[in-house]
């Protein structure tokens, strides 16, 4: 059965002005359920709104049809394709394990060993040594529990990043323009990371600028460059979960759902290197087209697992 849902042209048009202003989308529903809107009702609005500007479905005007599934209580669907493989244009990526609850998956043959190679040759002579963001200021300061060292490629810098880009945003299923450029991070041995979120939390003015431009950060691939001798592992405190790096295999997470609810599990780090090296790329997906603070295209955000 379908039901009609009805809500005036006013709340579209606030939806719209917000959503374009960055607002985030679990604050809208807040301000609608807080308007005494049936959160089901709200929740399926919003929905239909956030899927028309994905391109998924026509903007509605002043009313929704809906089945009455839509207005139960279940869970988002991942953004991540069901399916045991995901053909890309130039690659086919095998999925090895994943869970729904959170979202998180394992995945293998994503770069070649030769591809994985050239990466690092040509992130090797541009590492600099990692920072993390302060909460309270948004300014970059190396920290004793990030030992790493990293750097940025803009979004497309030359053909062989290009085709990565487009690969990557294929697994991670949204377009190559709402990806962050690829961050390439060097753990030597005794490195570490503690744990960490990869969402922006609005909490300093850079952050909060960050997210007006191009939206929350909604997933994130880690990529591993190499075979790591002993240690490195990226680990999931939450979840109790980690994953041996592998050359070309990743870790796959989201963290941000259509309504634009953030998950907590998803804190994540690396275990320390115990014996070799550890290198990893690391791809972060926005809700809308990246914007970057300046003409380089780095946030100035460093950060990894």
Not at 115 to 129: D, T, V, W, Y
Request: hydrophobic share 40%.
């Amino acid at each position: 059965m379908s039901t009609v849902v009805h809500f005036s042209p006013e709340l579209g048009s606030w939806l719209t002005q917000r959503l374009d202003q960055g607002q985030p989308p679990i604050q809208l529903l807040e301000t609608m359920v807080a308007e005494r809107m049936d959160p089901r009702v709200a929740g399926a609005i919003l929905d239909a709104f956030l899927s028309a500007r994905r391109g998924a479905g026509p903007l509605p005007i002043d009313s929704l049809l809906l089945d009455d599934s839509a207005l139960g209580a279940s869970p988002p669907k991942p953004r991540i394709l069901a399916g045991a493989r995901i053909a890309t244009a130039d690659r086919t990526v095998q999925v090895l394990a994943r869970a729904e609850n959170p979202t998180l998956a394992l995945l293998g043959d994503l770069l070649s060993a030769e591809e994985a190679a050239h990466l690092i040759a040509l992130a090797r002579p541009r590492l600099r040594p990692s920072t993390v963001v302060d909460p309270k200021t948004g300014r970059d300061q190396v920290e004793a529990h990030r030992t790493s060292l990293g750097m940025f490629f803009r979004l497309r810098e030359n053909a062989f990043i290009a085709r990565l880009d487009r690969r990557i945003s294929e697994v991670m299923n949204l377009p190559v323009e709402h990806g962050e450029g690829f961050q390439v991070l060097h753990y030597p041995e005794g490195a570490l990371n503690a744990p960490h979120f990869d969402y922006l939390v609005p909490s300093n003015d850079s952050n909060r600028a960050s997210i007006a431009r191009s939206g929350q950060r909604v997933s994130t691939l880690l990529i591993y460059l190499n075979d790591v001798e002993a240690g490195g592992e990226t680990i999931f405190p939450n979840l109790g979960w980690s994953a041996t790096p592998k050359l070309g295999n990743g870790t796959y997470f989201e963290y941000e759902n259509e309504r634009g609810e953030l998950d907590e599990r998803s804190l994540h780090g690396s275990n320390p290197v115990v014996h070799g090296d550890k290198w990893v790329a690391t791809k972060w997906m926005r809700e809308r087209r990246f914007v970057s603070a300046d003409a380089e295209g780095a946030e100035g955000m460093i950060r990894g697992s």
